[in-house]
């Protein structure tokens, strides 16, 4: 994978998550009603995952501007994106997770793989 599309990658990851945090931020409310979701006993619980994930659209910036120096940061990018793919996947296997929850899942396992691909293209050659 080009360095290029890397930063093209991370881009449109952080245009995403941005989005999504924000959006949950803003109307939080309001999407629990547009996708006919039970709210938590505590909007805390929606507000302070939505900052999360704001911080991580910001680091996906800061990967995307440059993806040699901050290599690193992008074993973080996929842990994120696993754990969400990990527990949605996994309580949807159950039945216990609304389904718009998994849409966004796929979305993130898309993403996860880009990461990856990322990473492997980056990381030092060994001889």
Same mark, same amino acid.
């Given at each position: 994978?080009? =360095?290029?599309?890397?930063?093209?990658?991370?881009?449109?990851?952080?245009?995403?998550?941005?989005?999504?945090?924000?959006?949950?931020? #803003?109307?939080?409310?309001?999407?629990?009603?547009?996708?006919? #979701? =039970?709210?938590?006993? &505590?909007?805390? $619980?929606?507000? %302070?995952?939505?900052?999360?994930?704001?911080?991580?659209?910001?680091?996906?910036?800061?990967?995307?501007?440059?993806? #040699?120096?901050?290599?690193?940061?992008? &074993? $973080?990018?996929?842990?994120?994106?696993?754990?969400?793919?990990? #527990?949605?996947?996994?309580?949807?296997?159950?039945?216990?997770?609304?389904?718009?929850?998994?849409?966004?899942?796929?979305?993130?396992?898309?993403?996860?793989?880009? %990461?990856?691909?990322?990473?492997?293209?980056?990381?030092?050659? =060994?001889?």
């Amino acid at each position: 994978m080009s =360095t290029k599309l890397i930063k093209i990658v991370f881009v449109i990851a952080a245009i995403y998550d941005l989005v999504l945090g924000f959006a949950s931020l #803003v109307a939080g409310p309001q999407l629990f009603r547009l996708f006919n #979701v =039970t709210p938590p006993n &505590h909007w805390g $619980y929606i507000e %302070f995952p939505a900052l999360l994930i704001v911080i991580f659209g910001i680091m996906f910036l800061r990967i995307a501007a440059d993806p #040699v120096g901050r290599v690193e940061l992008i &074993h $973080y990018a996929m842990a994120l994106k696993a754990a969400y793919c990990g #527990v949605v996947f996994w309580s949807d296997i159950i039945g216990s997770i609304p389904k718009v929850w998994a849409i966004f899942a796929w979305v993130d396992l898309v993403f996860f793989v880009l %990461f990856f691909m990322a990473w492997r293209s980056l990381r030092p050659k =060994t001889a």
